[in-house]
């Protein structure tokens, strides 16, 4: 083993981490100093076998199951009673195999005590302000509501208005929308219009905590489970009468799936250790930046779940569909970042907003929100006008990622789908992007078309009501042909 790689691995140690190594066999070629739960010194684990230093079989042995299937092992809930200290261990534990051009040398195993990561637990015992990057979160206020959503166009209204009707019933939603596009925000507008908006709002994102931790988190602990629990109610117990939102539902593995759905379908929870079940009964939203369709396809959603969590299944546009946005909401970032940057910018220029209209924004809202700050925060004192130079390298260096479509000529908006099934070769997908990039066109040419009325066609005041140039609007008004 090199120097530098002992190196690396004795920094994953020094963070915390117990961290192993073994061959195709099954014997220590590295234990870092904290290995200490056996009864022999890690020096003296090198060259001696796993199953024989603990006691275990190829069946028992976690590390020797993944030599023998070349499967990882993520963060498994292993508990072990030490011979040498009399204490029994619970173990947030990971094994994966080494892979050297194609050939298997190895495997290395990564773990720490529970009691180490217990914290995490903690973070949603509702006694701390809520933190937007927790995990896990409780609050019952200030919390977002459906007149803090920043927005023009057509989509995003008959978004919103199909979220109050459904808000106030108690169905399952399902909001599927990319990352960026504001789930958690629309999610709290949602328990903000429902009748139980006087009681808690649980937020959990099920993509940052492990299954066996997040467990715990959900259902709860009973005192004695494992080593240090204590008695605790989970979030669904929590949110009983209010509301929880499972972001991310998508990365639960199918067993954490099952327990999901038997909660959902029997309005019962059973805390880790206990074998009495609880009677619960929140509102349930949940969020996917994927498709959930093709997740079901390929065996990673079951069915059963998803019908369950999708009574009502609303989908939050991308930025990119909703162009006519972009000059609110960078005027209202602009505003944000003076004030949280200490800063007096005016504007971008002509030149930047064409390159928003046309960037595709896989970030999307909060993308641009990051464009803005990152903009504020590198431009010189005295500047007032958001240039070119002032954007992250990144959005420079990528070309704008325009919707993919394909020519559709001698089309109108009407009978596009007509012609796919007289099969003149016009694809579903090239018809939706076509039929959006055109109600898009439609609607920017009505919005300036209108602002101009408002005004008696005066482009200054005009320019000045909807936050951008006289110099980009009069560009606008030549593009849509307006008179």
Not at 98 to 113: D, N
Not at 118 to 144: H, I, M, W
Not at 321 to 336: A, C, G, M, W, Y
Not at 423 to 450: P, T
């Amino acid at each position: 083993m090199s120097e530098e790689t002992r190196l690396v691995l004795d920094a994953l140690a020094a963070i915390g981490n117990v961290v192993e190594i073994v061959d195709t066999e099954g014997v220590y070629v590295y234990c870092s100093e904290n290995s200490n739960f056996a009864d022999i010194e890690p020096k003296d684990m090198i060259g001696k076998n796993v199953k024989d230093i603990y006691g275990l079989t190829d069946d028992t042995s976690k590390v020797m199951r993944v030599l023998h299937t070349g499967i990882p092992i993520r963060d498994y809930l292993m508990s072990f009673l030490s011979v040498a200290t009399g204490k029994r261990y619970l173990w947030l534990y990971s094994a994966y195999p080494l892979i050297v051009e194609g050939t298997l040398i190895g495997a290395i195993t990564v773990y720490k005590p529970f009691s180490n990561v217990k914290s995490l637990v903690d973070e949603y015992d509702g006694t701390e302000k809520r933190k937007s990057d927790c995990p896990a979160s409780v609050q019952t206020g200030n919390l977002f509501t459906f007149d803090d959503i920043i927005y023009a166009s057509a989509n995003m209204e008959e978004t919103i208005e199909l979220c109050r009707k459904v808000a106030k019933s108690d169905s399952s939603i399902l909001l599927v929308g990319e990352t960026g596009t504001g789930k958690q925000m629309f999610a709290e507008s949602i328990h903000s219009e429902s009748t139980k908006n006087s009681k808690p709002f649980i937020s959990v994102n099920c993509a940052a905590i492990p299954d066996t931790l997040l467990e715990s988190i959900l259902f709860g602990v009973t005192k004695g489970a494992y080593t240090g629990a204590v008695e605790k109610a989970g979030l669904f117990e929590q949110s009983s009468d209010g509301t929880i939102f499972l972001d991310e539902i998508q990365a639960l593995s199918p067993e954490m799936q099952a327990k999901l759905l038997r909660v959902l379908e029997y309005k019962v929870v059973r805390r880790v250790g206990s074998n009495r079940e609880i009677k619960v009964n929140p509102r349930i939203i949940t969020a996917m930046n994927v498709n959930p369709l093709d997740y079901m396809k390929a065996g990673k959603l079951k069915p059963d779940l998803f019908y369950r969590i999708a009574v009502v299944t609303i989908r939050i546009p991308p930025l990119r569909e909703r162009t006519s946005d972009i000059p609110i909401l960078v005027n209202h970032f602009i505003q944000k970042a003076n004030s949280d940057f200490s800063r007096n910018i005016e504007k971008c220029s002509d030149q930047v907003m064409q390159h928003f209209f046309q960037y595709g924004w896989p970030g999307n809202v909060r993308e641009l929100q990051h464009t803005i700050e990152h903009a504020a925060a590198v431009m010189g004192e005295c500047d007032t006008c958001v240039q070119m130079e002032d954007l992250p390298a990144l959005l420079m260096q990528n070309t704008p990622i325009a919707v993919e479509t394909r020519e559709i000529s001698g089309l109108d908006f009407e009978n596009v789908f007509g012609h796919i099934e007289s099969g003149v070769g016009i694809d579903y997908k090239s018809a939706h992007n076509y039929v959006l990039n055109e109600f898009n066109r439609q609607f920017n040419r009505f919005f300036i078309k209108h602002a101009l009325e408002v005004t008696n066609y005066n482009v200054s005041q005009t320019a000045h009501s909807i936050k951008i140039s006289r110099q980009f609007l009069h560009k606008l008004i030549r593009k849509f042909d307006i008179r």
